[in-house]
């Protein structure tokens, strides 16, 4: 529980933030000591709008303050994505290999044998990132829901798994595919909540992996170090998981992360892979 007793110079410093990107050590002092005031009221909706507030967030670097905002709220919780692939890598290839034997969805089925014979067992990095894809191809897709007397589309595994980790071929190739994503999003009328992109053949042949929310692309030489920042994204913003994967960062939240919030959505199919993968989740 994030509280806040507003200093005098409080006003005073987002004043700061909210003009300045540099000194940078200034900017991550004061962005520290505000904190506990900054995130008091926050809470989940389809806002990303954060990085339009304070600039500093929209540098390179940006992303050190939101993670660091992410820690003031989950103590704790900092390695947890780190520590949870590292326990379950071998439950989660085991469990789809078992589901590409029994399906009946050819596609599904030569996805994750496809994705599985990437692994290079000398190399652990191949194996978390082929752990993070598999993801979206061991849940099972949730049924069409209603919001608000409206049926929300019921979306493809091909539309889950490009919302989660996209892949693009080249560098030259990551502008347009954000902008695409861009019109998609514009032309169904939803925002645009981050996501993780890769430049690579393959998951095991990464040159480059970003964090993307809204004009800001956040850089980083390694895909599971991009998920886990994206996560922790998603809650030191305020930001909805996108509606394509909502159930896989559910999945991650709930069974890598153990966190409970009063925004989570109760779905049977993100329950049922966390019983099948024995991942346990304390509810506050």
């Given at each position: ?269 993100v329950n049922s892979l966390m019983t099948d993968l024995g991942l346990i989740c304390d509810?506050?």
């Open positions: 529980m994030v509280s806040c007793f507003e200093p005098d110079d409080y006003v005073e410093n987002l004043t700061f933030l909210k003009n300045n990107v540099e000194p940078w050590g200034k900017v991550e002092e004061i962005w520290s000591a505000t904190s506990s005031c900054r995130l008091k009221n926050l809470y989940r909706k389809n806002n990303s709008g954060i990085h339009l507030k304070y600039p500093a967030l929209r540098q390179p670097q940006g992303y050190i303050l939101l993670m660091n905002d992410f820690n003031q709220l989950y103590p704790e919780k900092e390695n947890s994505l780190f520590s949870a692939i590292e326990i379950h890598k071998r439950t989660i290839i085991n469990y789809a290999k078992r589901k590409a034997e029994h399906t009946r969805d050819r596609n599904l089925k030569t996805t994750i044998q496809s994705l599985i014979a990437l692994i290079d067992e000398n190399d652990p990095e191949s194996i978390n990132n082929v752990c993070l894809l598999l993801l979206t191809y061991i849940i099972n897709i949730s049924p069409a829901r209603k919001k608000k007397g409206k049926e929300i589309i019921k979306f493809s595994r091909s539309e889950m798994s490009c919302a989660f980790i996209n892949q693009v071929a080249s560098e030259a190739h990551v502008t347009s595919s954000i902008l695409e994503r861009k019109e998609l999003l514009g032309k169904q009328q939803r925002s645009m909540q981050p996501y993780v992109i890769y430049v690579g053949d393959n998951c095991t042949q990464i040159r480059a992996s970003y964090v993307v929310i809204n004009d800001t692309v956040y850089s980083f030489s390694k895909l599971i170090t991009a998920v886990d920042c994206a996560f922790k994204i998603f809650h030191s913003t305020g930001a909805c998981y996108p509606e394509e994967c909502e159930d896989v960062w559910l999945l991650i939240q709930l069974g890598f992360f153990n966190i409970h919030t009063k925004y989570d959505r109760n779905t049977q199919v509810k506050i």
